[in-house]
């Protein structure tokens, strides 16, 4: 997408959501983050070592109750905003394209990328020990802002401890026109940076 302009006539609204911390949300649509960390939800259907995401593109939805900002990198830690409970309406400010999934070899080849993530070591260690029988995916991600953000109730069915959201008819979101945070060339660089630490 040379242009930067998201464009699918095929289908142009989403009903899918990834939950995630709202300080990753805001660092991908910040341009600060382009890469998540994932276990569970991918699968290699398209043959060994080509690793799919259930939902390929997905909303961006921001989460406040489990967010630790042990977890993440001093520098960021003022910016996570830690709530008792999830707010009644949940604000979609952009969305994800999953450009590139690889699985993580090892701590030592992870820890060459340290300077493109937000997570603290004991995330990432955290990360690997969590059922360690089950392998550890880097997911780049390619975020684009919404032409306008859609905010929306906070429904009973999106609440709790889940990775996607499949949202209520009415509360679906046309995407057409979003843009991406960050230029295509860029997005390669990095691309490329993760295959070299991890091939």
């Known amino acids: 997408m040379a242009s930067g302009v998201y464009t699918d006539p095929q289908s142009p609204m989403l009903d899918t959501a990834l939950k995630e911390w709202s300080i990753v949300c805001d660092l991908l649509l910040s341009g600060e983050l382009t890469l998540l960390l994932r276990k569970g939800g991918i699968h290699e259907s398209g043959g060994p070592g080509v690793f799919e995401l ?11 109750v489990h967010q630790k900002p042990n977890m993440i ?7 996570v905003n830690v709530l008792d409970e999830e707010p009644g309406e949940v604000t979609f400010a952009g969305l994800g394209e999953a450009a590139k999934i690889w699985q993580v070899t090892s701590r030592q080849a ?11 070591p004991a995330q990432i260690d955290m990360r690997f020990n ?5 392998p550890l995916y880097l997911m780049a991600v390619r ?9 929306v109730q906070n429904h009973a069915e999106y609440s709790g401890c889940r990775s996607w ?7 679906v979101v046309n995407d057409g026109g979003a ?6 060339k860029d997005f390669a660089v990095i691309i490329n940076r993760v295959d070299q630490a991890l091939r």
């Open 165 to 171: 959201v499949a949202l209520r008819p009415d509360d």
């Open 73 to 79: 990198k001093p520098a960021l830690r003022d910016r």
């Open 143 to 151: 975020a684009y802002r919404l032409t306008q953000p859609r905010t």
């Open 110 to 120: 992870f820890d060459q990328l340290d300077d493109l993530h937000c997570w603290s």
């Open 54 to 64: 259930e939902h390929p593109r997905f909303l961006l939805y921001p989460s406040y």
């Open 179 to 184: 843009t991406a945070i960050i230029a295509e």
């Open 130 to 134: 969590y059922k360690p029988d089950r």
